[in-house]
């Protein structure tokens, strides 16, 4: 009996330790999914380290190809939620790296959990090891979801650590005396909140030097106010003379076609950021258009026949990239004019490169030679006695006109012997 009675109770006592050790090793699946399980519910988190555990999570987040990083894999799986609100323009750093399992990680731009991944700014996998690590450029006012999760069925904990970088406000060279749209030959530009939007996506801009790219950057910059030029489009050509003009191609459009048959050095066939100019040859002679004076960007240039803006391959008379002798640098090229005739001058950059220079024109022909034939001799001088009197510009006696006074005399016919035999 009393055998019977300590069997009974070895059983009851068997069964209390069973229920109870089920009991500790379901504990995990009793204490549910983390409480951030939901974007909805994600927790708000400041710079610093937060401790985390996706053990229970389930994964209500979408998928994206930006999440493969080398794998079938588009899901960020048993994810979890945070929101962070950046203090300022800066750069933050956003790590799990030393977590004792597999992770990834998502950062979208703004907390509002929308559908689909149109807020994406960055997923990663494996950037440390086999554990996740992404920056970001934040603005201020800005709010960042974060979804840190596993790789396939991977769950685990860790520690998510936020980094948050600062620009000064507004940098230390913003505002200086450069002008914000065009390259300089310092850090820093003159509107405050153009150079701290730049230099916040380039610090080299405030850090080294405010060049072309930070140029190029502020023309696409909201902050930054820069106005196209007045001869940005082809109809709106400027007209020059042999004085030449000074220039900026800054917040220019592209209106011109590309010429693949152009000796172009780098990327593409076309003249980007152009402007125009329109150009009456007042003698026959070979001239030398150049952009080789002051031009602080990498330029390229094209002349065409005519004034109606008929610009095509056919009218193009001659273009240039990196004519004036180095590398990125500017443009030059000479044209055989007729006088009188208009000339179309095109000017313009590679890729999205933009800048200031001066065009200037010169003339190939010699002094006092006026019929154009390579020397000063008896010839000249029967010219100039033909054309006596008053004379117009580009009348058949403008050549004559050798001091270009109006009148052909005996200035010029002095100037011609000047120089005779030259």
């Not at 008379?317 to 500017?330: E, V």
Request: glycine share 10%.
């Amino acid at each position: 009996m009393q055998k019977s009675l300590l069997g009974s109770n070895c059983l009851g006592l068997a069964a209390v330790i069973a229920s109870a050790v089920v009991c500790l090793c379901d504990n995990d699946a009793l204490a549910g999914p983390p409480a951030n399980d939901q974007c909805a519910n994600a927790i708000s988190i400041a710079p610093g380290s937060i401790a985390f555990d996706t053990t229970g999570a389930t994964t209500d987040g979408p998928p994206s190809v930006a999440c493969q990083d080398g794998s079938p894999d588009q899901q960020v799986n048993q994810d979890i939620w945070f929101n962070y609100a950046a203090p300022g323009i800066g750069i933050l750093t956003v790590s799990l790296c030393g977590s004792n399992f597999n992770t990834k990680l998502a950062v979208y731009d703004g907390c509002t959990c929308v559908n689909g991944n149109l807020n994406l700014l960055m997923c990663d996998d494996n950037t440390c090891g086999q554990q996740s690590q992404v920056m970001l450029v934040t603005n201020e006012g800005g709010c960042y979801q974060i979804r840190v999760g596993g790789f396939g069925s991977a769950t685990g904990s860790g520690t998510l650590t936020l980094e948050q970088q600062l620009e000064k406000d507004p940098p230390p060279l913003c505002p200086n005396e450069n002008e914000c749209c065009t390259g300089a030959g310092s850090a820093g530009c003159n509107n405050a909140a153009c150079c701290s939007a730049v230099c916040a996506a380039d610090p080299f801009c405030c850090e080294t030097l405010w060049d072309s790219l930070c140029a190029a950057q502020a023309q696409k910059t909201p902050e930054c106010v820069c106005i196209a030029p007045a001869n940005d489009n082809c109809a709106d050509a400027i007209t020059i003379d042999e004085s030449g003009s000074e220039f900026s191609t800054v917040s220019a459009n592209t209106d011109g076609p590309p010429h693949p048959s152009c000796p172009w050095v780098g990327q593409g066939d076309q003249i980007v950021n152009d402007i125009w100019f329109h150009y009456v040859a007042p003698t026959t002679a070979v001239r030398t258009v150049s952009l080789c004076s002051e031009t602080n960007f990498n330029s390229r240039i094209a002349v065409y026949a005519g004034c109606d803006c008929n610009v095509t391959d056919a009218t193009l008379l001659a273009c240039d990239d990196d004519g004036c002798g180095f590398a990125f640098g500017p443009s030059i090229v000479s044209v055989a004019m007729v006088a009188c005739q208009c000339y179309t001058i095109r000017v313009g950059g590679q890729q999205s490169i933009a800048g200031t220079g001066v065009l200037t024109i010169t003339s190939s022909e010699a002094p006092g030679d006026v019929n154009g034939d390579g020397s000063v001799d008896v010839l000249d001088l029967l010219q100039v006695i033909t054309h006596w009197g008053p004379c117009e510009s580009c009348d058949p006696c403008s050549a004559a006109d050798q001091n270009g006074d109006g009148v052909v005399g005996i200035a010029d016919l002095l100037f011609v012997i000047a120089h005779w035999g030259s």
